[in-house]
């Protein structure tokens, strides 16, 4: 029996992937540095060391910065994020999304959220949906990033289920490989995602019936 679904943030819930990218570009430029949409991709689901780590590798600067600086970078990245960050409303809720969460909560099944984002709370607070999750795995606890599974398992865990119990929704790759790994069903939202269980172009065909058929598909 499905028994909880565990959602990702930025890019299932709301798109927050925009914003990420607006202000890593800004920080890049500053230390010369040029990356793109597409590279952005890479960033996806990736935690904010990791990410500044990647770019430093793509523009040839592995070596060029103290630990310290990295931490002022990452500090700096996080200032311009937080301050786009006031844009954000509930309108900015991706479609489909609070329909499953109230079709979910009327059939009492458990809802998590697991995400690597730091500021995962005041994205939910924003948004009008802080009281929607039964349990929010907290990414300052966790110690690997996507794709390891430790944010899924901490998720399946707080809200008291294994993960055979569970399907995950997540916009990327990295993701998708975590959500596998912890032995959970994949929804992959997106283009060019591999090994989900179904893959949607976007989040307007989640509803609780598309998932109960998925589960009937690949459980039951
Ligand atoms: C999100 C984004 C990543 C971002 C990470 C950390 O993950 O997809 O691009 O680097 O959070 O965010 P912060 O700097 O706010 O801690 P998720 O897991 O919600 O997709
Ligand atoms: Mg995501």
């Known amino acids: 029996k499905l028994e909880a679904v565990i959602f990702d943030l930025d890019g299932v819930i709301t798109d927050t992937a925009h914003f990420h990218f607006i202000a890593w570009q800004k920080i890049a430029g500053e230390i010369g540095i040029e990356i793109d949409e597409q590279f952005n991709e890479q960033l996806k689901g990736i935690s904010r060391l990791d990410s500044l780590h990647r770019i430093l590798v793509h523009g040839g600067k592995r070596f060029d910065y103290s630990t310290e600086q990295i931490a002022q970078l990452a500090e700096h990245k996080n200032q311009i994020y937080v301050a786009l960050l006031d844009q954000l409303s509930p309108a900015a809720i991706l479609p489909g999304i609070s329909n499953l969460l109230k079709e979910l ?25 802080t009281n929607q999750f039964d349990f929010c795995a907290d990414a300052n606890k966790i110690q690997h990033s996507k794709p390891d599974p430790e944010i899924f398992l901490t998720a399946c865990s707080g809200l008291e289920i294994e993960p055979s119990h569970a399907i995950g929704i997540e916009d990327a790759q990295a993701g998708i490989e975590a959500i596998k790994a912890s032995g959970m069903l994949a929804i992959g939202v997106g283009q060019a995602l591999t090994h989900t269980d179904w893959l949607i172009p976007s989040t307007q065909y989640l509803n609780l019936n598309a998932l109960q058929a998925l589960w009937k598909r690949h459980v039951a």
């Open 105 to 129: 909560r009327q059939q009492r099944i458990r809802i998590g959220l697991a995400s690597v984002s730091r500021n995962a709370p005041q994205v939910l607070a924003a948004l009008g949906l």
